[in-house]
Structure formats: C-alpha cells, structure tokens
C-alpha cells in the first residue's frame, strides 16, 4: 500500500506538532505516494520506525491511503481538535490501543515541557510502543511534571 501526506499532517509537520516523535517527523518526509509502506519502513529501519508509528500517523489523519484535495475554501481543522480515532459513542469502553493512541501525544507534550531536564524521560515516552509501556511510565511523568499536569493523561489512560 501507498501512503500520501495529508494537508493536516504537513500543518503539523511544519508545525513542529508534539504528535510526532523525532523518528515519525523523519519518516514522514519519505511518504510520496510512491513508495509502498514496506519500502519506506525499510528505509526508515535504522531509525526505528514501525507499523505501529505508521498506524499512528494514519490514526491521526496525517497519512491517507489516497490523495486528498481539499476544495480551494476550506481550512484545515486545527490540530487541537484532531481525534485520533473520531467520536465514540457515550459508554462505549475503549481499547487499550485507542488509549495509547490518546495518550502518547499527551506524555510527549508534558515530558517534552520539561526541556533537558525531562530529556531521558521524553526519549523513554517516544520508544513507548504500547498501551502498557505508557502506563509504565506514568508514575515517572507524575513525578516530574506533577499530578495536576497528568490528570488528562490519566484520564486518556484509564477512561
């Protein structure tokens, strides 16, 4: 399968997006849609890429299957209101990768915040390639940025 770059993710992409990890922002250049998946995956193997990031980027509407146009008067959704999986219905449990999909963009901007001091803590968030690999790190990222900051990502976590 070919990927094509969204107009939402290279907003994001020029934006600088906490959404991306420093591996995705690297890769995502080489989304042209003319490479498939698995060669841009094994040009991007040394720096760790996965499918999981390229779900991720999916998820988010960054990358799409087909070209997307969009008409000459529309604007682009601002990022902040980017769902990684659209709306649920109320009650309706969510699973553990819909969390991590919620989550991870939220533990990049707290730890990112941190500057050199949470770099380490930053680079842990990054590899995270799972649900519990972000629960795992949750008490750290408590410890740094506070309780109060990480009520959303508990709440993105747990909910």
């Known amino acids: 399968m070919k990927l094509y770059k969204t107009v939402l993710g290279q907003s994001a992409f020029k934006?600088?997006?906490p959404l991306f990890s420093s591996r995705q922002r690297s890769?995502?250049?080489?989304?042209d849609g003319k490479k498939s998946v698995?060669?841009?995956l094994s040009q991007a193997a040394g720096m760790g890429m996965t499918q999981t990031d390229v779900d991720y980027l999916l998820a988010l509407g960054f990358l799409a299957?087909?070209?997307v146009e969009l008409p000459?008067?529309?604007v682009p959704m601002p990022l902040e209101s980017v769902s990684a999986h659209g709306e649920l219905a109320p009650g309706e449990p969510?699973?553990?990768r819909q969390r991590y999909f919620d989550a991870k963009p939220?533990?990049?901007k707290l730890t990112a915040s941190l500057g050199l001091r949470g770099f380490r803590l930053n680079l842990a968030v990054e590899a995270a390639e799972g649900y519990q690999e972000l629960v795992d790190l949750l008490p750290k990222i408590q410890e740094a940025?506070?309780?109060?900051?990480c009520r959303p990502l508990v709440q993105a976590l747990m909910g």
């Open 27 to 31: 890769t995502f250049i080489l989304f």
């Open 15 to 17: 934006e600088r997006s």
């Open 145 to 149: 940025v506070g309780t109060k900051a």
């Open 94 to 96: 969510r699973s553990e």
């Open 106 to 108: 939220l533990a990049t």
């Open 72 to 74: 000459a008067d529309s």
């Open 65 to 67: 299957a087909h070209p």
């Open 38 to 40: 698995g060669e841009v």
